[in-house]
């Protein structure tokens, strides 16, 4: 199916010449690294299991290169760009497609729910690394009707959105991707299928949203807060850490007997369900 696709604007000699053409230099400070590896933008389209008719939210379109593949592969395109200066070379690079309406704006600051509405849709993007975290807590805690979202991440990034308790890379973001989701790495990407080429590797991360998240939580808001607290100070243990947040001494007490829970733990030990269990008897 994606052999059918063939996003031209995926080449160094392609971008090379749009974004001379149009008097430009990638933003360092925008985060951007355009890919020029028609074999990643394959990989991304296919690992979204786009097919004609899907409604895509596409985050930082750039010049084009993904949302080409997207195009081609059918989907009904809804791309968000930041940088001024690009949806004037957009309406050059995607002339033609019918199904791609690019929107000016800030991805943090638009509304999601008025601009794709309540029909499910997926989100895929090569994100801009400097606010790849907001970016991601913002599309999962809206609980917009997501299916899915595949996106180019740092590789450092990805490995604690898949972490598992214990180690060092398991944290806040942890916790809520996989509340949400069942993420999963389906690519690696070298800094050569980039223009200019970042200093860090690369990862494609496709998370399926669950129907329901991953454990109960009575309270969601408490869930979390009792999360940010055992994260925001790793070192504590997490009865101290929640000490630091605001808990009471007491209430700490009674709810980690009530969870049958050791109050000498670390946050980071806890799994999804002994949070929930903590969170609920709080
Ligand atoms: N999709 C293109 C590609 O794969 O070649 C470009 C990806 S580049 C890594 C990230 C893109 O996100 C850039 O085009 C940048 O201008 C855009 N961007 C940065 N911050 C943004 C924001 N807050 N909202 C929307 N787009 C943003």
Request: hydrophobic share 45%.
């Amino acid at each position: 199916m994606t052999g059918d696709i063939h996003p031209r604007i995926a080449s160094r000699e392609a971008t090379s010449h749009i974004l001379k053409a149009f008097h430009l230099r990638a933003s360092k400070r925008l985060g951007q690294n355009f890919l020029i590896d028609g074999a990643v933008v394959r990989g991304i389209v296919e690992a979204a299991g786009v097919v004609p008719g899907d409604r895509v939210l596409e985050i930082g379109p750039g010049i084009g290169t993904l949302t080409q593949g997207l195009a081609e592969a059918g989907a009904d395109v809804t791309a968000v760009e930041l940088d001024k200066k690009l949806p004037e070379v957009l309406a050059h690079t995607l002339a033609g497609y019918g199904n791609v309406r690019i929107v000016p704006g800030d991805i943090l600051k638009v509304d999601l729910a008025e601009l794709m509405g309540e029909a499910p849709f997926k989100v895929v993007a090569n994100l801009p690394y400097y606010i790849t975290t907001p970016i991601l807590m913002e599309l999962l805690e809206r609980r917009l009707p997501i299916t899915r979202l595949v996106t180019m991440v740092q590789k450092e990034v990805a490995e604690r959105m898949t972490a598992m308790p214990g180690g060092k890379d398991y944290g806040a973001l942890s916790v809520a991707v996989q509340y949400y989701t069942e993420p999963e790495i389906v690519l690696e990407v070298p800094p050569k299928s980039f223009l200019p080429a970042p200093e860090v590797d690369s990862v494609v991360i496709s998370c399926r949203v669950r129907e329901k998240p991953a454990v109960a939580a009575a309270d969601e808001r408490m869930f979390f807060r009792v999360v940010k607290a055992a994260f925001g100070q790793r070192r504590k243990t997490l009865a101290n850490a929640m000490k630091g947040a605001g808990f009471q001494k007491e209430e700490i007490a009674r709810a980690f007997e009530a969870a049958g829970l050791d109050a000498g733990r670390r946050g980071e030990t806890l799994s999804l369900q002994e949070f929930a269990v903590l969170a609920n008897a709080l």
